[in-house]
């Protein structure tokens, strides 16, 4: 008959997952991105202007696809740039109206009017730090009628 003695257990700590905070620097391209668009909503608070920035690139996230959508995450600061490669794609991309009724949906205490005050800057603010190249490429994924939001006058061709 073997009899063996019990061992005592050594427990062997698992690495974190996550990076410790202070060894992440914050992402300095996207504060320039949420001070651009504090300053040109005039929202008192950087903390207001990176909700609706936030907001407003998810929503935009699932209407770009293709490069397009490489190309457009590779241009933003790193925290925007996953904020719109995270989404789904939308099969059936909103019209310009819906799209701002939609993000007047998930911001508290918004109605449409606010919304596309909100949604104008954001992504007048993007269209600038991104170039007109890119923001041209976005476009023609888009409705008609996008153009405004992104702050650009929307000619339709004469018939």
Do not use: K, N
Request: without cysteine; charged residues 20%.
């Amino acid at each position: 008959m073997t009899v063996t003695t019990p061992q005592p257990r050594t427990t062997i700590p698992t690495p974190s997952l996550r990076p410790r905070v202070e060894d992440v620097p914050e992402d300095a391209g996207w504060r320039e991105l949420t001070e651009a668009v504090r300053e040109a909503g005039q929202y008192p608070t950087r903390t207001e202007a990176e909700h609706v920035t936030r907001t407003v690139l998810s929503a935009l996230g699932g209407h770009v696809t293709g490069e397009e959508r490489v190309a457009l995450a590779q241009a933003l600061p790193l925290e925007a740039g996953r904020l719109i490669a995270s989404q789904v794609p939308e099969s059936d991309p909103l019209t310009a109206r819906e799209f701002v009724d939609a993000v007047a949906t998930r911001i508290e205490g918004s109605t449409p009017a606010t919304a596309r005050w909100d949604v104008s800057t954001v992504l007048s603010v993007l269209s600038d730090h991104i170039g007109e190249p890119l923001t041209t490429r976005v476009l023609t994924q888009l409705p008609p009628g996008y153009a405004l939001l992104f702050g650009r006058a929307d000619l339709a061709a004469a018939a």
